[in-house]
């Protein structure tokens, strides 16, 4: 019975996950998108919130499931190809700001 239990906690966090990963999504197009620049800042925060969220709720998952082997559950986004490896000083959701 409490690995039912325990599944479906997991179950709960990983669609917890997966919304948080769309919302950070949804921020990071929503500043590529916009020209006004403390308008994109803010969404760029934003976004860095959830993926600190994600982060975070990916590490539980991981832990009740018994470390970081059984991660696709909760993929990460497919990331765009990089043409410049030099852009690896910064962060992704920077980086793929112009590349759009």
Known sequence: MQYKKNQMSTGLMIQRCHRWRQKRKQYLD?????????????????????????SDEQNKIDNVRGGPAQKESCPAPVEDDKEDDDDDTFPDFLTQLNKK
């Open 30 to 54: 929503q500043a590529r998108q916009t020209s006004d620049e403390i308008e994109r800042e803010r969404l760029l925060q934003m976004a860095e919130h959830y993926g600190r969220i994600v």
